[in-house]
């Protein structure tokens, strides 16, 4: 079939709901549907049960689901900033529910790779053809003593939006002016590369406007970051930060590994985080722990003994368990980083598999694009892209496509940048979570 | 965007013509502009305001501007870095999944000068962007409905002289700009936002 009219046949089938997009007959033998198991409503699981109803709404597609809200991780650097509400990255699922999808709340106790069956706490057993695991990130608290899941409600890792992201605001707004806030980034590889140095641009951003006498000091374990340079050179803009003498003691303070950055120890009561170049007592502290794919995938035996799924690119099947995928953070599908829009991009790569395999057809060609826009200041922005190819069993860059943002933009395209992160944030939510 | 129409048909031959020796390989149509789509909205509906709504844009007029940004004619922040990763076969696929969508209007608010917006169309827009701007066929970029902000950043590089929007159209722009002000553009984008 050509492009052509497999596309009408999409249009069709989504104005209709009934057509099916590759034109095959909608019936399993023995009568009944396909069955699609979706573990995990986050950016990956929800958008790859929406194109799996639009490629095909013959398939049936029931999403399990933790929690009646998602919070979206990215832009909540700005709550941090008060530039923004906790609200506005509040998502639901009525929007999947409108395609088809039936979405059930409950907590996955385990998933019988056997059986090819999907099982809850409240007791309920979902059985699949074909199984999408996209249950996001765990902490690997065991990385730094003194540190757990428990502590964390109080000194907060804020790295999965929602009651943790009000929490750190609360602590940042009553702490005084003059006061010092400890971050500790987590090791390579995890969640959003850029996103705890946009934390650290947007609190220097309320500092400056409120607390201007105020200190960050990162603690990293790594010698540099995602968006290093462009990230530097604007808190050098608007911080008071010196990149040839990144510890010294302006608004922000950089000690990275080679400085003794890594962190291992934390004491609670008197907010101090010890790490090889001394202790770090803060007024605030912010943890980002290490990380390792999302407790479920542990619970089904999709992790290697690194911590996360190992996939096969081009339909993102586990090299564990047939008939079972995994996607988004939790997957292992380097180059591609852990993203939002990543996981969208592997959901997408991921649903037109599944539907095509499905349907007895080989996995299609696959194609992919990342985007991440990271804001240093109200009108000042960042972004990195790249598009990616499946080359001889892998996934690979396509070789002068993508990059950073050019040092030689000026305000204008900077403050673009900004706008352009904003309506990426309309979009790629509808495109998630729209009905 | 320079003589669209023309450019446009010999592209189009040019890419059937070498169709599957494209940079993202076997990649289809669809999964080829679904990846658009979390910056441009589902299928090219964009409901973010910089962004603009690609849905239902003509062949020609996507593949031409996709050629701009790869070359880097046409000013962008992003466009030129995810242009570089395809070529025009694949620029052509992504043209004929989005201009069978259909064209998509913003919901947003509008301005009070939509009045003489409309007669500085009529006598300057009007041969190039026919019927208010609002088909495809004409093979220029829709503006009836589509996202002011992004509609003023394009006016706005084209009048600081960082995009060369051609011959003809930079004559009727600076001619807008010279008489009426930043207030006679403004009234352009009035009407356009006023269009569904």
């Known amino acids: 079939m050509s492009n052509f009219s ?54 049936e597609v029931t999403l399990i689901e933790a929690n009646k809200d998602y919070y979206t991780c990215f832009l909540s650097n700005e ?29 996955v106790s385990g998933i019988d790779a056997g059986k090819q069956m999907v099982n809850t706490k409240g007791g309920k057993s979902f059985k699949y053809d074909r199984c999408i695991v996209a249950p996001g990130i765990d902490f690997k608290w065991e990385t730094i003593e003194g540190y757990d899941a428990n502590e964390a409600e109080t000194t907060t890792h804020a790295w999965k939006a929602g009651s943790q992201t009000a929490t750190l605001r609360k602590q940042l707004e009553d702490m005084k002016n003059g006061g010092t806030f400890v971050m500790v980034a987590p090791p390579n590889p995890f969640r959003c590369p850029p996103g705890p140095y946009e934390r650290v641009s947007q609190i220097a951003h309320y500092f400056k406007q409120h607390k201007p006498k105020s200190k960050i000091i990162i603690l990293d374990p790594k010698a540099k970051f995602s968006k290093f340079g462009l990230f530097t050179s604007g808190w050098q803009r608007h911080y008071g930060f010196d990149p040839s003498n990144p510890t010294a003691a302006g608004m922000i303070s950089f000690v ?22 001394g202790k770090f007592k803060g007024d605030v502290v912010n943890i980002i722990p290490a990380q390792k794919a999302g407790a479920i995938a542990f619970g089904a035996g999709l992790a290697d ?15 564990i368990h047939k008939n079972i995928h995994v996607i988004g953070d939790a997957a292992v599908a380097s ?9 969208s991009s592997e959901a997408k790569v991921c649903a ?58 000026d305000a204008k395209l900077r403050a673009r940048e900004v706008e352009y992160a904003y309506s990426w944030f309309k979009n790629i939510t509808g495109d998630t979570f729209g009905g | 965007m320079k003589n669209t129409q023309t450019l446009g048909v ?161 004559k009727k722009l600076n001619k807008v700009h010279e008489k009426g002000g930043d207030q006679d553009i403004q009234a352009l984008l009035d009407y356009y936002a006023s269009l569904k």
């Open chain 2, 10 to 170: 010999a592209l189009l031959i040019g890419s059937i013509a070498f169709s599957g020796a494209s940079i993202a390989g076997e990649a289809s149509a669809e999964a080829l502009s679904y990846t658009c789509a979390g910056c441009h909205g589902t299928n090219g509906a964009s409901g973010g305001p910089a962004m603009p709504s690609i849905a239902g844009m003509s062949l020609a007029y996507i593949v031409e501007s996709m050629k701009d940004f790869k070359s880097g004619e046409r000013v962008s922040t992003i466009m030129t870095r995810i242009a570089k990763g395809y070529d025009e076969d694949d620029f052509t696929k992504m043209g004929k999944f989005f201009s069978a969508q259909n064209r998509h209007s913003a919901n947003q608010s509008v301005g009070s000068m939509a009045k003489k917006g409309a007669k500085l169309h009529k006598d300057n827009c009007e041969k190039c962007h026919t019927e208010q701007g609002t088909v495809a066929e004409d093979d220029s970029g829709f503006l009836a409905g589509q996202w002011t902000p992004y509609l003023r950043y394009t006016l706005v590089d084209a009048l600081d002289g960082s995009h060369d929007m051609g011959k003809k159209m930079m």
């Open chain 1, 352 to 409: 037109a598999a599944v539907v095509a395999l499905l349907n007895g057809k080989e996995a299609p060609h696959p194609t992919y694009v990342n985007t991440c826009y990271s804001i240093i200041a109200p009108g000042d922005g960042i972004s990195v892209a790249m598009v990616y190819d499946y080359k001889d069993g892998k996934i690979v860059k396509v070789e002068g496509s993508g990059g950073l943002t050019s040092t030689e933009f």
């Open chain 1, 6 to 59: 497999r596309r009408n046949f999409i249009k069709a089938g989504v104005a209709a709901g009934a057509v099916t997009a590759t034109g095959f007959t909608p019936f399993a033998i023995g009568g009944s549907k396909k069955q699609v198991v979706i573990v995990g409503g986050g950016m990956g699981g929800a958008t790859a049960a929406k194109y799996i109803r639009m490629m095909d709404s013959s398939v």
């Open chain 1, 305 to 319: 003994d690194k911590g996360w799924c190992p996939t096969e690119g081009k339909t993102f099947e586990s090299s």
């Open chain 1, 335 to 343: 180059p591609l980083p852990k993203s939002a829009y990543a996981a």
């Open chain 1, 256 to 277: 990275n590994s080679e400085n003794g950055g890594t962190a291992t120890a934390y004491d609670a009561k008197s907010k101090t985080v010890t790490a090889a170049a």
């Open chain 1, 79 to 107: 709550v941090l900033s008060g530039e923004r509400t906790l609200d506005s990255l509040k998502f639901g699922y009525s929007g999947l529910e409108k395609h088809g999808v039936k979405v059930v709340f409950d907590y």
